[in-house]
């Protein structure tokens, strides 16, 4: 599994949609970085809901937003990424390409809680693992910009035991309009959201 290499919450979180681009779109951990990717981390949701990430002039452009506890119905932080398919990337001649098939969006839900878990001190590690919870990481198709927009990621205790994370997801291919070809939207657990959930699970 890949691995995020963030040393603090905050490098690890306002990152995070780079990482999104890199791993999603199957591509080497020196191939995309804040050298060649212009993420813009949004505050207003109306601007971000415009944004479109693009490839141009030899930069990759994605999106960032975190939505207010106001603008979803969830216990813990989410990260809303917008980014390229591997299409226009490899198109760019960046001077590399994705290694294969792009990856499942409901990996980066698992990187959170990983890199989560790495992260916290050794008291909370012992405590959550002895919890021995388990999470079911599923991912949900949207047919539009505006379903994608009005979804929610889904985070849900099932028992005692185990939860269901579910994130839902627009991917576009070659559509007629070009500003709408080849993007990728996803709602995410953020890695401040997966740190509040081991807390949480630990201190119980």
């Known amino acids: 599994m890949p691995k995020i290499k963030a040393s603090t919450l905050e490098e690890a979180r306002s990152n995070w949609c780079i990482y999104v681009q890199r791993i999603i779109e199957n591509y080497h951990r020196d191939a995309i970085n804040s050298n060649n990717v212009v993420n813009t981390i949004y505050t207003r949701l109306d601007k971000f809901l415009e944004s479109k990430p ?21 216990n813990y932080e989410q990260v809303w990424c917008k980014i390229n398919t591997a299409h ?11 290694l294969g098939e792009h990856q499942s969006i409901s ?13 916290v001190d050794d008291r909370i590690k012992n405590a959550y693992q002895a919890a021995d919870i388990t999470i079911n990481y599923k991912e949900t198709q949207k047919a539009t910009g505006l379903s994608w927009s009005y979804s929610e990621l889904v985070f849900q205790k099932r028992d005692n035991k185990s939860y269901l994370l579910e994130t839902p997801y627009l991917r576009t291919g070659n559509l007629f309009f ?22 949480k699970i630990s201190n119980n």
């Open 54 to 74: 693009t490839v141009e002039n030899g930069k990759i452009y994605t999106s960032t937003y975190f939505p207010s506890v106001n603008e979803v119905n969830a």
């Open 88 to 98: 226009p990337i490899d198109a760019a001649n960046l001077g590399f390409r994705s």
């Open 107 to 119: 990996k980066m839900n698992e990187l959170a809680l990983n890199w989560a878990y790495n992260y």
């Open 178 to 199: 070009e500003a709408l070809s080849y993007k990728h939207y996803c709602k995410l657990l953020s890695p401040k959201g997966a740190v509040d959930f081991i807390e």
